[in-house]
Nanobody, 123 residues
Framework: QVQLVESGGGSVQAGGSLRLSCAAS????????MGWFRQAPGKEREGVAA????????YYADSVKGRFTISQDNTKNTLYLQMNSLKPEDTAMYYC????????????????WGQGTQVTVSS
């Protein structure tokens, strides 16, 4: 059974930082694209950042470039999202996701979703 379990969300003031984690299990972690999506109230879910677990390019939404960094620990099948210089507009539910492709710099089609972790940024 595929599981993507997010952690690390919370409330922070504008300018602050958070690091999200996603522990993956139940499938072969390698050879998949992994990434983070977010959905704010009343808005569509959007891709934030993505990578290919085998290495190579990354994908970032324009709104987070220079502030967010996606990374992974292959030995732990864990994906991370370091979020710095947070803004109120970053407030959303953040979802971990996995898919077969296409690989970054494109945003992949999602096969598996996590349950989400809430990030709230106050001004």
């Amino acid at each position: 059974q595929v599981q993507l379990v997010e952690s690390g969300g919370g409330s922070v003031q504008a300018g602050g930082s958070l690091r999200l984690s996603c522990a993956a299990s139940g499938y072969t972690y390698s050879n998949y694209c992994m990434g983070w999506f977010r959905q704010a109230p009343g808005k569509e879910r959007e891709g934030v950042a993505a990578l290919y677990t085998g290495g190579g390019s990354t994908y970032y939404a324009d709104s987070v470039k220079g502030r967010f960094t996606i990374s992974q620990d292959n030995t732990k099948n864990t994906l991370y999202l370091q979020m710095n210089s947070l803004k109120p507009e970053d407030t959303a539910m953040y979802y971990c996701a996995a898919g077969r492709g296409p690989r970054p710099p494109f945003l992949f089609n999602v096969n598996f979703w996590g349950q989400g972790t809430q990030v709230t940024v106050s001004s």
